[in-house]
């Protein structure tokens, strides 16, 4: 019955009599002046027929009579199945319109009968008290009869109680006496602790002191030496001047003579390209990995994602890869065609280094073609590719972020996702940075070339470490000086790589630095407005790069701490990736990127602009701009000497 009267009240509820009986009302109304504007038709109608009859020749009307009559009949039948359907409808709205509505009265029957419901539960609590109630009168009558035992159980609970009682006592007493004792103890530590506090602050005081002064001694002597150091360079400065008109004039010669060696090169080249590259495929048998190898009918080739000089990457579907069913994108890298025999080593250098890596922060080999056509790389999908760009796209997100400055290529690109970065965001980028080289470092794999272009950014700003071989012929060539040997990256090249070649895990740790610096400075360029040239005297001389707006001092000292000229006092990756967690624990606001516009210093121009930026050296104290004359003397009769010896 409760759930009859329940679905009733909701049904009648939902229903909404009172909404029908006015649509209702509504509608008679509308009925009603419908039926005066039919009289009013049918009157006109009439008239007109009449002057029809009228102006109409006999035997026209004649003619027309039969379908007069036709459409006469159709009216009156219309018109008779409306007035029918009306008075129906009039029906209807007469025993409805004045109906009350029962919701009311049901809503009531609802609570009426939740009520009597609570009254019959509390009828039969009510008769399972009264047998409780029966019951215990009858251990009452039992109990009375017990006297005897109730005065001795009595005298035993008045022997507890003082027993009780006097055990407490004493409890309380010991328990006060012990928190006595402590505090006592704590006391006089505390106050131990007091002297030795304020003895090692009056030690701390002093040794400030004498730090100070030796501050100020060591500010005299470098102003000193910066007087003489800008004595000497004015001494030389007409010395230089001759040394670059003679080098010019070597210059010259040296490119009349490169022109010729260049023409008589491509001739050479492409008479026996096609060989050397057939004899370099030849000559590395272990190419072909059945463990890796990936049937290329099975790969569709897409659009181009980035390409370089001499080797290029694409988009591309593969079908049943690693047992999966469907299609997978991935990426594919390969060579162009006028590549050398050198680029294909450093390609098959990356197929091997990927073939034993595996770690969620490191580019993932899916596979390899290298039967029947040339060698394709077949590696994990980065959905928004370079950490560059995607830094560079992301000043244009949200109000708080750059909204001009550099700007990618990023056409071949999915566009990132429109969440504007946050403090949290770039420290997290640092940190699985980190997470993958501290890897590459416990496998004994040096990178070389570690640098936000060379860092992926997949689904989830995931940060995935690439390009392990050719990656210096794939990228801009500002970021790059030409050798005999290659392009290099100059700007992101640890000091003992730059003068003495030595690559190691440490020299990667001073790129982490610098890669640091691009994720900070939201892809900026290294270096701004000094050439490539340049950066080497002032590295060695010990010049660093400055503290980007908005950086905090935290994460400037960790750049400083891989920038470190002795390789040995660079912290490890281990150590980096947990200063990076600390800071992501903390999730201190060391970025104050709404204060940025773009004009602010944190847009660096990637052309060198003819405003250089202040040079400082590791203690951020200023350097003279100008370069010793015997480093420059001996750099560029080495360059007249190296090109007079190539022709």
Same mark, same amino acid.
């Given at each position: 019955m409760a759930a009859n009267v329940g679905s009733m009240f909701q049904y009648w509820k939902r229903f909404d009599l009172q909404q029908l009986q006015r649509e209702l009302d509504a509608t008679a109304t509308v009925l009603a002046n419908r039926q005066d504007e039919s009289e009013q038709s049918r009157k006109r109608l009439i008239e007109q027929s009449r002057e029809f009859k009228k102006n109409t020749p006999e035997d026209l009307r004649k003619q027309v009579a039969p379908l007069l009559k036709s459409f006469q009949g159709e009216i009156d039948a219309l018109s008779k199945r409306s007035k029918e359907a009306e008075a129906a409808f009039l029906n209807v709205y007469k025993r409805l319109i004045d109906v009350p509505d029962p919701v009311p009265a049901l809503d009531l029957g609802q609570q009426l009968q939740l009520k009597v419901q609570r009254l019959h539960?509390?009828?039969?609590?009510?008769?399972?008290?009264?047998?409780?109630?029966?019951?215990?009168?009858?251990?009452?009558?039992?109990?009375?009869?017990?006297?005897?035992?109730?005065?001795?159980?009595k005298e035993k609970i008045r022997e507890y109680e003082q027993t009780l009682k006097n055990q407490a006592e004493t409890i309380a007493l010991e328990k006060e006496q012990k928190l006595q004792n402590d505090f006592a103890e704590k006391e006089r530590k505390l106050q131990e602790t007091q002297m030795s506090t304020t003895s090692k602050l009056e030690e701390a005081e002093h040794k400030v002191q004498s730090l100070q002064t030796a501050l100020e001694k060591t500010r005299t002597e470098l102003f000193d030496l910066k007087t003489k150091y800008d004595e000497e360079t004015t001494a030389k400065a007409d010395e230089i001047e001759m040394i670059m008109t003679d080098l010019e004039r070597?210059?010259?010669?040296?490119?009349v003579a490169q022109r010729e060696a260049e023409t008589l090169r491509e001739q050479l080249s492409s008479a026996n390209h096609s060989l050397q590259l057939a004899s370099q495929i030849q000559k590395a048998p272990d190419v072909e990995d059945p463990k890796w190898e990936f049937p290329r009918k099975n790969l569709v080739l897409g659009k181009t994602l980035g390409e370089g000089e001499f080797g290029k990457v694409v988009k591309a579907t593969a079908f049943h890869l690693k047992g999966r069913a469907g299609y997978t994108t991935v990426a594919v890298k390969m060579l162009k065609e006028n590549a050398s025999p050198s680029e294909l080593r450093d390609l098959l250098s990356e197929f091997n280094v990927l073939k034993q890596v595996n770690h969620p922060h490191v580019i993932k080999l899916y596979g390899a073609c290298s039967q029947d056509g040339p060698l394709l790389l077949i590696v994990e999908y980065a959905k928004y590719g370079s950490l560059r760009g995607f830094l560079r796209e992301s000043r244009k997100v949200g109000p708080g972020y750059l909204g001009s400055g550099g700007s990618r290529n990023s056409s071949s690109l999915d566009h990132p996702d429109e969440r504007a970065l946050t403090m949290g965001d770039l420290i997290s980028f640092a940190w699985q940075i980190s997470q993958g080289m501290q890897y590459l470092a416990e496998m004994k794999l040096v990178h070389r070339d570690l640098a936000a272009r060379n860092i992926l950014?997949?689904?989830?700003?995931?940060? /995935?470490?690439?390009?392990?071989?050719?990656?210096? +012929?794939?990228?801009?060539?500002?970021?790059?000086?030409?050798? !005999?040997? #290659?392009?290099?990256?100059? /700007?992101?090249?640890?000091?003992?790589?730059?003068? +003495?070649?030595?690559?190691?895990?440490?020299?990667?740790?001073? !790129?982490? #630095?610098?890669?640091?610096?691009?994720?900070?400075?939201l892809g900026g360029n290294p270096y701004p407005g000094i050439p490539p040239e340049r950066l080497f005297n002032l590295l060695k001389t010990g010049h660093r790069m400055e503290r980007p707006d908005n950086c905090s001092e935290e994460m400037y000292r960790l750049m400083l701490q891989c920038w470190k000229q002795e390789p040995d006092k660079r912290p490890v990756f281990a150590d980096i990736s947990k200063d990076l967690e600390k800071m992501m624990v903390k999730r201190r606001d060391y970025l104050d990127l709404a204060a940025s516009t773009p004009s602010d210093s944190l847009i660096y121009d990637d052309g060198l602009s003819e405003e250089e930026t202040p040079l400082v050296d590791c203690n951020n104290a200023p350097l003279p701009r100008a370069l010793p004359s015997t480093w420059i003397e001996n750099k560029l009769y080495g360059r007249i000497s190296h090109a007079f010896t190539r022709f």
């Open positions: 539960d509390i009828e039969t609590e009510n008769q399972k008290l009264r047998e409780t109630l029966e019951e215990y009168n009858k251990e009452f009558a039992e109990v009375k009869n017990q006297e005897v035992t109730i005065k001795a159980l070597a210059n010259q010669r040296a490119e950014v997949a689904e989830g700003r995931k940060m /995935k470490i690439s390009d392990f071989g050719l990656s210096r +012929d794939v990228y801009e060539e500002d970021s790059y000086v030409k050798r !005999s040997q #290659g392009r290099i990256p100059v /700007k992101w090249m640890a000091i003992e790589s730059l003068f +003495d070649h030595i690559y190691t895990t440490q020299s990667d740790v001073w !790129s982490f #630095g610098v890669l640091l610096w691009e994720i900070v400075t």
